[in-house]
């Protein structure tokens, strides 16, 4: 095994040095847990932004020349030592031009060291931490495009506040989290953000992520005399916890759910029924950019991207591209690049970082009409209104 | 005469192990990385496991305490304390269950081991969320994957001396004779007991010896990450795969396999699964008793 | 009649039962007697399918039973009780005693014989409902022979069935299987309680190294010499 | 409270119906299936593709994958596994090479599912309606899975401990090198166990696609519970699989309701680490 | 160099079962007691407990001054009790050296590496298997692994020895091999306490026989006279042997 080992990794390390390609690597979960995030948010499109570059010529220089790119990937398996050891091999072995990441929080930060060490701007597309300015400090090429979870929970609370004040909702706030990384992060900031705006939280409970049955966990919480149900939550409870509200009648002003929610399956898999249920992300359905790309996506890749965290991916892409085409293939005049410059993506015509940090991002969104629509930040551009309550379950 | 020569070509061996990473891309010391850990567990498991046949799945409970011990800690010790504190906690953890896992044998026993090392990460995480308010802690020690490697290089030398003198020592008879029949071994003298509690506690602090050391190679970690169940299954096959009844049985295992399956995610990446299978299939059917015996077999073979 | 021609076992490139031609008639008791190692085991287990004949023949009432498995040959009337009784432990004496009847020839009479089989071993009807593994090894034995007995066979084949009961029953028990000859059944008996074996025993077979080195009625090998010497240790 | 002992039982139907296939297939056949969870996940998906492509219903489905399920196991213990059982000299050789054989066959499978169906979740609805059950609402879906491992549970009790062919599994269960002097065929006995305990696993995996998101590599999680589920009720045992995945179901609903939801796996755990230490082999298990 | 072996008002229940019942008796040094009984009647039970591979729910096992009752079987081999299985049981991964090495290895003395070779190599010679202690344990035919059974529990040097059927199932010729090699051992000053249902053997061997039946001990004395009573010809002898 080791001679055949040799000899691949021989013949990739050949096509990398191909002056006509840029090379790019990532590892990404294929298999194992990680694998449904992944190919939700992160892997159709890297798949798409290299389909689409390629089908343009291939990258843009400066001198305007183009070179096509050249993908390398490798599956994770959803273990952090693989993760680590294929960026190694990417930056080391293959030696890539450059290197996307992988999907989630900690793989990221697995990989944060490594991408510093070997000098690649790492833009940290599919990650929710509060700590990305701390993380900004320690590997200054390091970009954060999905925001904090203080973010997501201001913006939540901010609505929840107006929804109070118009008498929607009562003082009571049931939440319901995922106990690992991404629920916890959010579940910390929330407490403090609900309290702090005059609300009593009063179910509050974190279950682990293996969790596939929610009756009891919905039944305790409605009980809990509170209009605003909020789970932080991860596709599969997602899915159940809809399908558990919707058998149990439990049907609260206020139904805000995690990772899923956004996903285009998810209306199909919640028996048509969400016109008002509230989550992450959420798109503006009259900005042209992003139809275009959700179409293009479809097109690509056979289905349509989710509404939250793809379309961040896919800009952080998009930024990258158009460094290249500023500043070349050095990779630390990319990152200086990417942290000062300002760029066209779906996003809008002036996307730029602040503090390495993406921070236009729309954060809380709600199933109006058949669309997943971005209501926050509140009165920003292209922001529907929050419709609330929700309409009782079809 | 005979040890001798192996004590010295094992001296050799070691010694380019050890120079390697200066020497070799960074990806193959990463490799190499991998491959000690791996043969560090299998070996470690096999101690215990590979001669009373209790089949142990609880690996990744002891390898998750040691990796989380060292994120709880990493800030407030030094890291060798730290590194002796993550043992004394495996310790103390295999001494107890050890203690309660007496009575069950068989297929009770591996589930029972595996029911623990998910207790166990359930319990971490419930703790970590609802009393130390904290999901994911963060280990920025400044290791390269090099420094993680030589550490594991001398974990994994230490654990084939440990193995290498009980296999020798009256303690590896007795250890046989319990994977045998319990009952005659008690009769004739040998405190099951107790010498299994030993032996488990043994193998346990070396596995949690693992897992802290391989720590802060992931910068980041949760329970969902170090508690991976996979790398019990892995050590387990690798050390049935070469035999774990004999010294270099896990290591023999370990190795190729752990090449395989390297290979094989870097030039299949998107049919690993499908391959990796088909070739265990295959791997069952040529060689039954594990690479070693196969080995064996053949020489016998070719001897007639 | 039960014949066995020429047959053979290796066991890799151990010969254990060499060229061993014997037979057995209905109605008939034939002992085989052999030191420890002789192959007489692995001639019963040959003849009931437990272990591959390498070479020759097994025939029952003309069909030729050679490389028929095991539960066919249960089926086709011929019924072993191996060494280690090959009892179901964690099963109850009448559980093991009704599967004993699984084959469909057994079926019609299973009340019956279970009425002769406590008949013959009144202890297993005061224990029907005990687990086997829980009994002491006489009472398993006992189990063991019932089973084989359940099984309506033609002829019976028994491995050292004396072995370990006490000498109250193993006379029980031999009277037993005298029984059990008279309802037609043939027995082939492997022994090592060569008095008692040959006192009921119509014919006898010596067998030494795997193969067949004397035979003849009980009453010849009785008084034979060869016999005194290697097995009754030279005493009256 | 009642509400919660409905609730329960309703979870814990689940597991039990999951666990008995896999009870059968290791009790009786003697085959440790790493890849039975891998088996559900992939009746999962079969039962999906006919509902969203075919506009076959889950319960059709049902006719269709129980029978192609007690098929394809056939031909898979035939071909695999059947050399396995010729050639192992004792049970722990068994053992241990159809651990390694099925935890192979489990990345087959979850590799030809990865590639036809990809890693991403998947759910869809059908009999997401309440029904009522002593005043509290049950979704039917899962209604129907305790329902049938009941059912089925109940059906396999008589068979086992009723009928002769029952008494000959759990003999062949017992005593496999024993089983042939009985007049038994071990083959059949165990490639019909294997072959049941597939078609247990299909009819698990199409109830289970009803309410449960699945992912092309979640067949583990499966397994895991399956076995802790067939460990605690003592191997080969039916009504021990039903018990303890009821137990297990009710344990995981009162500790979210009274204690904490975070705590219902290590209480699962708890318990069963528990019983184990009081009752070495599981609930019902013989030693 | 032989102690004494005390049991007093020994008691064991199974469920609703008793299998022992106030047995008591009292072996001294040296000799070689027949306990005999049906099958059944609770002679393995005894042993066990004796043995420490049960324990007992009444009644007390001494050994000289030592009480060992409740001890594990381990700590009871080290007081110099060594026993037999009724069935056989070789430990199959070891060679039949080791087998025998592994009473050596921890028995009181605690021998190992050479020593404890060549010690294992004594007793196998000892028990007529010189020379045969590399081979795999497999390879010995039955007598020849009751015989590494012998040794094995002789390796453990004990003063009191139970047997438990050790000579079951050997043919005439090869059961006068077994009851020499026991005479053997009682020449040395070997307490023995035999069970064993072949009478020639237990004629030939025992000055003394205890009864059992269902539990209780129903006759104690010289092997002639408990032979002869009704009772112990009733339970257990049967007419062929009156
Ligand atoms: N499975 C086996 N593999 C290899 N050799 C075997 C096997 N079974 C038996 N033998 C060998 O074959 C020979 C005959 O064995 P068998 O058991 O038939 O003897 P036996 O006459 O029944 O002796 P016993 O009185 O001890 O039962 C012996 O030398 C034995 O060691
Ligand atoms: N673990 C157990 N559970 C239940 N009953 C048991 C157990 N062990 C033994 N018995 C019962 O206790 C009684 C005594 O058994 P024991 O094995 O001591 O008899 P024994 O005198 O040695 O008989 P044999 O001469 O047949 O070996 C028997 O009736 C047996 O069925
Ligand atoms: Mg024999
Ligand atoms: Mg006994």
């Known amino acids: ?196 705006a005059g609300f009593e939280i009063s179910y509050d409970k974190s279950f682990p992520p293996e969790t596939s049955d929610f009756a009891t966990i919905l039944s305790e919480a409605s009980s809990a005399d509170a ?93 990258l591209g158009e460094s290249i085409q500023r500043v070349g293939l050095d990779r630390a005049a990319v990152a200086e690049e990417l942290s000062t410059g300002t760029f066209s993506t779906v996003l809008g015509e002036e996307t730029r970082l602040e503090d390495n940090q993406l921070r236009a991002i729309n954060w809380v969104g709600q199933w109006q009409n058949g669309q997943f629509v971005a209501v926050s930040p509140t009165g920003g551009d292209g922001m529907a209104a929050a419709q609330l309550p929700k309409p009782d379950w079809d | 005469m005979k040890t001798s020569y192996a004590f010295i070509l094992a001296a050799v061996a070691l010694v380019i192990l050890a120079a390697a990473p200066l020497f070799i891309p960074e990806y193959w010391t990463g490799v190499l990385l991998g491959m000690t850990g791996y043969v560090t567990l299998a070996t470690a498991w096999a101690l215990f496991s590979g001669p009373t046949r209790y089949v142990s799945l609880a690996t990744v409970a002891f390898f998750g305490v040691g990796a989380y011990t060292v994120a709880v800690l990493n800030e407030t010790l030094p890291y060798p304390l730290v590194l002796l504190c993550a043992a004394g906690i495996g310790a103390v953890m295999a001494l107890v269950v050890g203690l309660s896992t007496l009575r069950l044998a068989g297929v009770y026993f591996v589930i029972f081991t595996f029911g623990l090392a998910e207790l166990v990460r359930q319990t971490v995480s419930w703790w970590e969320v609802n009393v130390t308010y904290t999901m994911g802690r963060y280990v920025f020690l400044p290791f390269e994957g090099r420094h993680i490697y030589w550490q594991l290089l001398a974990l994994a030398t230490v654990t084939l001396l440990i193995s290498w003198a009980i296999g020798r020592s009256r303690i590896g008879l007795a250890m046989k004779a319990i994977g045998d029949d319990e009952t005659v071994a008690a009769h004739a003298g ?31 970690i949760e329970p969902s990450i170090v508690f991976n169940p996979t790398v019990s299954f892995m050590t387990l096959i690798m050390a049935l795969l070469g035999g774990a009844m004999r010294l270099w049985g896990p290591l023999v295992g370990a190795v190729p396999l752990f090449l395989l399956f390297e290979w094989l995610s870097v030039s299949f990446p998107d049919h690993f699964s499908i391959i990796l299978g088909l070739l265990f299939i295959l791997i069952v059917f040529v060689m039954p008793n594990g690479v070693l015996a196969k080995f064996d077999e053949l020489r016998k073979g070719g001897r007639t | 009649m039960l014949e066995l021609k020429n047959l053979t076992v290796r066991y890799g490139k151990h010969l254990a039962v060499d060229d061993v031609s014997l037979n057995v008639g209905q109605s008939e008791i034939v002992v085989v007697l052999g030191a420890n190692g002789a192959g007489k085991s692995s001639t019963l287990k040959a003849v009931a399918g437990m272990v591959p004949a390498s070479a020759g023949e097994v025939r029952m009432g003309g069909a030729t039973l050679t490389g028929v498995a095991a539960h066919k040959l249960t089926a086709a009337g011929l019924a072993l009780v191996p060494e280690g009784r090959g009892v179901v432990g964690q099963m109850t004496v009448e559980e093991n005693l009704r599967l004993g009847a699984t084959p469909t020839r057994a079926r019609p009479a299973e009340e019956d014989t279970l009425a002769q089989v406590f008949e013959i071993f009144p202890k297993l009807a005061e224990r029907r409902t005990q687990l086997v593994r829980t009994m002491s090894g006489g009472e398993q034995q006992m189990v063991a022979v019932g089973r084989a007995m359940m099984s309506k066979p033609d002829f019976l084949l028994l491995d050292e069935p004396s072995l370990g009961l006490a000498p109250i029953v193993v006379g029980d028990l031999f009277r037993a299987l005298a029984r059990v000859r008279e309802t037609g059944v043939g027995l082939l008996i492997v022994e090592q309680n060569v008095k008692i074996s040959l006192r009921h025993a119509d014919r006898g077979y010596l067998l030494e190294a795997g193969r067949i080195i004397g035979s003849g009625t009980a009453d010849e090998l009785m008084t034979d010499n060869a016999v005194q010497n290697s097995f009754l240790g030279g005493a009256a | 409270m009642l509400e919660h002992v409905v609730n329960g039982l309703v979870l814990g139907g689940t597991y039990a119906l999951v666990a008995m296939g896999l009870t059968i297939q290791y009790g009786i056949a003697r085959i440790m299936n790493l890849s039975f969870g891998d088996t559900i996940i992939a009746a999962c998906f079969a039962t999906y593709l006919l509902f969203t492509a075919f506009q076959i219903g889950p319960i059709l489905a049902l006719l269709i994958l129980v029978p192609t399920g007690y098929a394809l196991s056939l031909v898979i213990y035939r071909i695999i596994m059947k050399p396995l059982v010729d050639r192992a000299p004792d049970e722990g050789a068994l053992e241990v090479d159809s651990i390694l054989v099925t935890f192979g066959l489990l990345f087959v499978i979850q590799g030809i599912l990865l590639t036809v169906f990809g890693g991403g979740y998947t759910s869809y609805s059908f009999l997401n309606t309440p029904v009522d059950v002593l005043g509290t609402k049950v979704a039917a879906n899962r209604l129907l899975a305790l329902a049938l491992s009941l059912i089925i549970g109940a059906a396999l009790v008589v068979v086992l401990f009723r009928t002769r062919w029952g008494m000959v599994l759990r003999a062949v269960a017992l005593a496999p090198q024993s089983a042939p002097l009985f007049g038994i065929d071990t083959d059949r006995a165990a490639r019909t166990a294997f072959a049941m305990g597939g078609a247990l696993a299909a009819t698990g995996g199409v109830v289970l696609s009803m309410f449960q998101t699945f992912t092309a590599t979640g067949g583990v999680v499966f397994t895991m519970k399956a076995l802790i589920v067939v460990i605690l009720g003592g191997k080969g045992s039916v009504p021990g699989a039903i018990v303890a995945g009821l137990l297990l179901g009710l344990v995981e609903t009162f500790v979210a309701a009274y204690v904490d939801p975070g705590l219902t796996l290590a209480a699962v755990y708890t318990v069963f680490l528990l019983l184990l230490l009081v009752r070495p082999n599981g609930l019902f298990g013989k030693a | 160099m032989s ?179 026991v005479r053997h051992l009682q020449g040395q000053g070997m307490t023995v306490l035999l069970v064993e249902h072949i009478m020639e053997a237990v004629r030939a061997l025992c000055s003394r026989c205890i009864v059992m039946r269902t539990g209780e001990v129903i006759a104690d004395g010289p092997s002639e006279e408990v032979l002869s009573q009704p009772a112990v010809i009733k339970a257990y002898l049967g007419d062929d042997h009156a």
């Open chain 1, 1 to 196: 095994a080791t001679a055949a080992l040799l000899v691949t990794a021989g013949a990739t390390a050949s096509f990398a040095q191909d002056d006509d390609t840029v090379t790019i690597g990532y590892a990404v979960s294929k298999s194992g847990p990680n694998a449904g995030g992944s190919d939700m948010t992160v892997t159709p499109n890297y798949e798409l932004w290299v389909e689409e570059v390629n089908a343009a010529g291939g990258l843009t220089l400066p001198d305007g020349s183009q070179k096509m790119i050249e993908v390398i990937a490798y599956d994770d398996r959803s273990s952090a030592e693989e993760v680590v050891r294929a960026v190694e091999r990417l930056a080391t072995q293959d030696e890539v031009d450059f290197i996307l990441p992988p999907w989630g929080t900690g793989f990221n930060l697995a990989v944060a060291p490594l991408m510093a060490r070997h000098g690649y701007p790492h833009l940290a597309g599919a990650a929710v931490t509060d700590k990305a300015p701390d993380f900004v400090q320690r590997w200054d090429s390091s970009f954060w495009f999905m925001g904090g979870s203080a973010d997501y929970v201001d913006a939540l609370t901010e609505i929840l506040v107006a929804e109070r004040e118009a008498g929607t909702i009562n003082n009571n706030i049931a939440m319901v989290s995922v106990a690992d990384g991404f629920g916890i992060d959010l579940v910390k900031a929330a407490r403090p953000a609900f309290t702090e």
């Open chain 1, 227 to 319: 209009n605003t149900f909020v789970a932080f939550s991860y596709p599969p409870h997602t899915f159940a916890l809809t399908k558990q509200a919707q058998v149990a009648d439990f049907n609260p002003p206020v139904f805000y759910l995690g990772v899923g929610a956004a996903f285009p399956v998810y209306p199909g898999i919640a028996g048509g029924s969400v016109e008002g249920i509230m989550s992450l992300g959420g798109i503006d359905p009259d900005n042209t950019l992003n139809a275009a790309y959700r179409a293009r996506h479809e097109d690509v890749i056979g289905r349509a991207p989710d509404y939250w965290g793809s379309v961040l991916v896919y800009a952080s892409l998009q930024m």
């Open chain 2, 190 to 220: 040998v405190d099951v007991t107790r010498l299994k509690l030993m032996l488990f506690v043994i193998s346990a602090t070396l596995i949690t010896l693992v897992g802290a050391i391989q720590a802060p190679r992931w910068t980041y």
């Open chain 5, 3 to 181: 102690v004494t072996l005390q049991l007093n008002n020994l008691h064991k229940r199974f469920g609703g079962l008793v299998a022992v019942k106030d047995v008591s008796f009292t072996l001294s040094p040296g000799e070689v007691v027949g306990l005999l009984g049906p099958n059944g009647s609770g002679k393995t039970t005894v042993m066990n407990m004796i043995s420490g591979a049960l324990p007992c729910d009444g009644g007390r096992v001494t050994v000289g001054a030592k009480d060992i009752t409740r001890m594990k079987p381990h700590r009871v081999a080290k007081h110099g009790v060594a026993r037999t299985f009724q069935l056989v049981r070789p430990l199959p991964t070891l060679t039949v050296g080791e087998n025998v090495m592994l009473s050596l290895a921890f028995g009181h003395k605690r021998y190992w590496g050479r020593q404890a070779r060549d010690l294992a190599e004594e007793k196998l010679a000892f028990v007529g298997l010189e020379g045969r202690g590399d081979e795999e344990v497999s390879n010995l035919n039955y007598i020849d692994q009751k015989r590494m059974e012998m040794a094995r529990a002789l390796a453990s040097e004990p003063e009191i020895l139970l047997l438990d059927e050790w000579l079951a199932g050997l043919n005439p010729s090869e059961l006068k091999i077994g009851i020499d090699l």
